[in-house]
């Protein structure tokens, strides 16, 4: 449940407290992800806190500087978490521009350090033979469940949210067919392999409850999202691997890319609403990813071949 921020008003105008609460209500009524309107409540509330009950219009360059500069001391934070505080701050002030709340917009020149490109990392093809075959492989539901969820996170490429908001409605098992639910209520179709369809079979013909969820608990309930994620931590560990689900989507994305999917057939599978985080994945192939694909798209050799 949204805890409210409105405030007093400020001596210039409408309290940043109260249009920042107004911000958060068209987050919801424009059916943002929950998560991200939780993450914008987070950055703005400290925003708040530090402004105190300032108006809208003494919000000024420096205060945000300044407001940047506290939490990064505050919560002692890293550089790149920093960013994501001033993404939700230019955020809000695009929309209070929108609103005609502001004349200008006071972060229109606030840049954070500019930080180093990392390379996407996802799991290499002996890491996940590792991975599948050390997967439990008993009968009871929990193993079952656990093996299919590495499966479709590994093979479909989905972000965490989307896999335990999946329903049973959501899934067509014979056609290997996942109707998926993405940020922004965007829905896609994604693929899931033969092994992928086999494993998932195995689990939902065990499966012995009526609720709607795909994947349930031991109390038969909504399996939440801190529960895959501390599941899959502690298997990690068994294994001597850092695991993570957006690790195993960072897995999926490189591998499909690398098996021969173009950019944007895999900006389709992830669901990304452009193509720059896509690209990313792209700076993880090597000379031998591109060896590999000449050897097939050569142009001569595909010439003289016809």
Known sequence: MRISLRGIMGKNGRSISCVVDDFLVKCEFEGLAGNTIKDHQRKLGRLVSYCGGCSINEVSPVVIREFLSDVQGKYRLELITVQRHLVSVKAFFHWVMDEGFLSSDPTRMVKVGRLPRKVVR???????????????????????????????????????????????SDVDVRSGVIRVMGKGSKERLVRMGLSTQKVLWEYMEFRDSVIEWLWLNDDKEKLTRSGVQQWLREFGRELGMRLYPHLLRHTFAISFLRNGANVFECQYALGHSSLEMTRRYCQALGFEDVFKRHEVASPIDNVLKG
């Open 122 to 168: 996802g799991l290499s093809s002996e890491e996940v033979k590792v991975l599948l075959g050390r997967l439990p492989c008993g009968n009871c539901q929990v193993e079952r469940r656990n093996r299919a969820i590495v499966y479709i996170l590994v093979d479909c490429g989905l972000r965490l949210s989307e896999l335990v908001n999946l329903r049973l």
